[in-house]
């Protein structure tokens, strides 16, 4: 980030502090209220593994809670990401979550109570008491990844000496069908039980698209003393539906090209060959133990075995256009690809609160051990027309699809990856205005990997020391100015193994920085100000080759500058707002050969902004509306498909009958906008819903 940039940065953020600390200091009670709900407990296994305040935590964060995604009537995290500054969604080949933090684009910096959840599938909502999103290069606090930031699912726990059942119920306009339950039980003084299920039937506006998918997830709490709690959990989650990677581009003179519009609905795969399965089986458990008032600790285990099939048929080129301009023709290609994969990890932190003198200190000292074993295979498509994996064919909608089989084997690979990790970190709070944060992580990364098909072993071993520092002034006990600095790095393993020639240099790590100041400002005890400039530079990572869809290309480095500003919370009593803008400038600086260096960096729109307003209007009705706008992007490093920008409106609006039973309709998409919202690569364009409608009911008992 240059350096005019910064200091207009900084002279922004430091004009805050003024008009902020004019503002009364809150008093002791008000302080505890102001935390209640912005306030990252170590009992919820938090992302940021101490007990410390947004307002003193030196980068930027999100939170999301549960009634926010009842309220938005969100259904998964793409829908999270169009309500969060920094984040967009990412396509995802239409079988796995994959979303864009600061321009970087992951589809395994995902945690479910501080573990490690890098499985690529879509994550349910069912049972989560929050989301949390934190920005910026995070190996610190988790290890390998963490690039642009991480995504951590806080799941719901027993809560002792408390009785309650809540059903809920929905259905939207394209037939799709909703039903979760949620249980709580108190055995005794010293043991509880939450029971969290749901199922679902899949459906929009795409055609042939359909699915289903469920879950169950009991938990057990013990208060096994004063001091010590264990939550125990299993986790099942079976997902079955049709893999849509939605419709390809076409040219367009004078400039980049373009999706291809008018075919919205047009399914370009095979109805009965495109689709994915996924069993996964989670056992967790956590100890939570306070040794005294000055030291703490927990201890979590996780062990998950997931079986991922997806099979897929789609558009693999730009459509052929004829010579009167109508579509005429559209390429083929394919792949079937089967992973199971089990993980197991264990993770202890101690957090310990001391004083030296008149400085004090808040000690995190973690250690963490992971294996995960994988097994992964994929066939490519062979067409009979042409005994090939790729074929022009006649356009027709739907499509008629030509014989063809998953019969040729290009891939069959095991991998065996064990990690070790110990971090330490120290907030040190100088004066009541003046907070230090320093800390480092050592990683230990081992891969072992064994290509079955080519009778190959390859094995590389890496360690990395990843800092962490930070500075904290604080004019005002509800004013925060911040400045920080990150490390992060990522090895080549996993998924992202399995493409990569067996080379070292191919598979090195790839490193991240971050460099950030920002300022935060609680305006009253429900509303919170913030915002930050940032830059992330990043060294060597891997790209689809636009040539090539299922091969991988290194580029060298790229660069990604921008800004970020957020306001949540509540105005009033009765009104509530969630706003946020984001500014992305990211550029490839090095792309060996291509001559694609400056170019944009793949789906980074510059401009994004959210909104959502809800208004109480009396103690039974309430209504809400928002708006995303996300400006446009190129697809991928090559920039030869741009897609283009948009705006959507949504609305809401609830009846409560009662103390206990809620009725509310969502409205997406109010003003019918056509709009593609998310993308794979040059030929994999999502289209966007047009107005719908979800109808929901919230039962309590």
């Known amino acids: 980030?240059?350096?005019?940039?910064?200091?207009?940065?900084?002279?922004?953020?430091?004009?805050?502090?003024?008009?902020?600390?004019?503002?009364?200091?809150?008093?002791?009670?008000?302080?505890?209220?102001?935390?209640?709900?912005?306030?990252?407990?170590?009992?919820?296994?938090?992302?940021?593994?101490?007990?410390?305040?947004?307002?003193?935590?030196?980068q930027s964060l999100s939170i999301v809670g549960k009634i926010q995604i009842e309220d938005q009537a969100f259904t998964n995290i793409g829908d999270i990401t169009r309500y969060t500054p920094g984040l967009t969604n990412s396509q995802g080949e239409g079988h796995r979550d994959a979303i864009i933090i600061r321009g970087q684009q992951t589809t395994a910096d995902f945690f479910q109570d501080g573990i490690r959840d890098d499985v690529q599938y879509f994550r349910p909502?069912?049972?989560?008491?929050?989301?949390?999103?934190?920005?910026?290069?995070?190996?610190?606090?988790?290890?390998?990844?963490?690039?642009?930031?991480?995504?951590?699912?806080?799941?719901?726990?027993?809560?002792?000496?408390?009785?309650?059942?809540?059903?809920?119920a929905a259905i939207d306009t394209f037939g799709a069908f909703y039903g979760a339950v949620d249980t709580n039980y108190t055995v005794n003084d010293t043991t509880g039980v939450r029971l969290n299920g749901f199922y679902e039937e899949l459906n929009n506006h795409r055609d042939f698209f359909d699915g289903t998918r469920f879950g169950i997830n009991p938990t057990v709490r013990f208060d096994v003393s004063p001091q010590t709690t264990i939550d125990l959990s299993y986790e099942y989650l079976d997902d079955d539906r049709v893999v849509d990677r939605?419709?390809?581009?076409?040219?367009?003179?004078?400039?980049?090209?373009?999706?291809?519009?008018?075919?919205?609905?047009t399914?370009?795969?095979?109805?009965?060959?495109?689709?994915?399965?996924?069993?996964?089986?989670?056992?967790?458990?956590?100890?939570?133990?306070?040794?005294?008032?000055?030291?703490?600790?927990?201890?979590?285990?996780?062990?998950?075995?997931?079986?991922?099939?997806?099979?897929?048929?789609?558009?693999?080129?730009?459509?052929?256009?004829?010579?009167?301009?109508?579509?005429?023709?559209?390429?083929?290609?394919?792949?079937?690809?089967a992973t199971d994969r089990q993980n197991l990890f264990f993770q202890g932190n101690l957090v310990g609160e001391f004083e030296t003198g008149v400085i004090g200190h808040t000690v995190l000292v973690g250690v963490e051990y992971g294996n995960q074993d994988t097994s992964n295979a994929r066939q490519d498509t062979v067409f009979e027309a042409n005994g090939d994996d790729q074929l022009f064919i006649d356009f027709s909608d739907p499509l008629?699809?030509?014989?063809?089989?998953?019969?040729?084997?290009?891939?069959?690979?095991?991998s065996d990856v064990t990690t070790f990790s110990a971090y330490a970190q120290n907030q040190i709070d100088l004066t009541d205005q003046f907070k230090l944060i320093l800390g480092g992580r050592y990683d230990s990364f081992d891969i072992a990997v064994n290509d079955l098909q080519a009778n190959a072993e390859f094995s590389r071993k890496d360690e990395e020391i990843s800092p962490r520092l930070g500075a904290i002034y604080k004019p005002a006990e509800n004013v925060s100015i911040y400045a920080s600095y990150s490390e992060s790095f990522l090895p080549r393993s996993g998924d992202q193994f399995?493409?990569?020639?067996?080379?070292?240099?191919?598979?090195?790590?790839?490193?991240?920085?971050?460099?950030?100041?920002?300022?935060?400002?609680?305006?009253?005890?429900?509303?919170?100000?913030?915002?930050?400039?940032?830059?992330l530079d990043r060294e060597s990572y891997t790209s689809v080759d636009p040539e090539n869809s299922e091969q991988v290309i290194v580029i060298e480095g790229s660069k990604t500058e921008g800004a970020e500003i957020q306001l949540s919370g509540k105005f009033t009593n009765k009104?509530?707002?969630?706003?946020?803008?984001?500014?992305?400038?990211?550029?490839?600086?090095?792309?060996?050969?291509?001559?694609?260096?400056?170019?944009?960096?793949?789906?980074?729109?510059?401009?994004?902004?959210?909104?959502?307003?809800?208004?109480?209007?009396?103690?039974?009705?309430?209504?809400?509306?928002?708006?995303?706008?996300?400006?446009?992007?190129?697809?991928?490093?090559?920039?030869s498909v741009e897609v283009p920008a948009f705006i959507r409106f949504d609305a809401s609006a609830y009846y409560e009958v009662s103390d206990d039973l809620r009725l509310q309709v969502n409205i997406e998409n109010l003003l019918d906008t056509d709009y593609f919202p998310d993308a794979h690569s040059?030929?994999?364009?999502?289209?966007?819903?047009?107005?719908n409608a979800r109808f929901s009911i919230r039962q309590a008992f």
């Open 575 to 639: 009104w509530t707002v969630n706003t946020g803008y984001t500014y992305l400038d990211g550029r490839v600086d090095r792309v060996d050969g291509s001559g694609t260096s400056g170019n944009r960096t793949r789906q980074t729109p510059k401009h994004t902004f959210s909104l959502w307003s809800q208004y109480e209007i009396n103690d039974q009705i309430g209504i809400g509306a928002g708006a995303t706008h996300q400006g446009s992007f190129f697809v991928r490093e090559d920039n």
């Open 400 to 414: 008629d699809i030509p014989a063809f089989a998953f019969s040729n084997a290009s891939r069959n690979r095991a």
């Open 682 to 691: 040059n030929d994999n364009i999502s289209t966007g819903a047009p107005l």
């Open 246 to 265: 939605g419709v390809p581009s076409r040219n367009f003179e004078g400039g980049p090209d373009v999706p291809l519009k008018g075919f919205d609905n």
């Open 1 to 58: 980030m240059s350096r005019k940039t910064f200091c207009s940065a900084a002279v922004l953020l430091l004009a805050l502090a003024p008009s902020a600390y004019a503002q009364d200091s809150a008093s002791d009670d008000e302080d505890i209220i102001i935390v209640t709900g912005q306030f990252l407990s170590i009992d919820k296994v938090n992302a940021v593994k101490t007990p410390t305040p947004i307002i003193n935590v030196p």
């Open 498 to 535: 399995l493409t990569l020639d067996l080379d070292s240099e191919s598979t090195r790590p790839q490193s991240f920085e971050n460099r950030e100041i920002g300022a935060k400002w609680d305006l009253h005890s429900g509303l919170s100000l913030t915002g930050a400039v940032f830059q």
């Open 125 to 168: 909502l069912y049972n989560l008491e929050q989301v949390e999103i934190l920005r910026g290069s995070n190996a610190l606090l988790f290890g390998r990844g963490g690039t642009g930031g991480i995504v951590n699912r806080v799941t719901k726990k027993p809560v002792l000496g408390d009785e309650f059942t809540t059903l809920n």
């Open 267 to 337: 399914f370009f795969g095979s109805a009965d060959e495109n689709f994915t399965t996924l069993q996964a089986h989670i056992l967790r458990g956590h100890v939570d133990h306070k040794f005294n008032e000055m030291l703490r600790g927990n201890f979590n285990v996780q062990y998950a075995d997931y079986d991922k099939l997806y099979q897929n048929l789609y558009a693999s080129e730009e459509v052929q256009v004829g010579a009167d301009g109508r579509f005429d023709q559209v390429e083929l290609d394919g792949y079937r690809d």
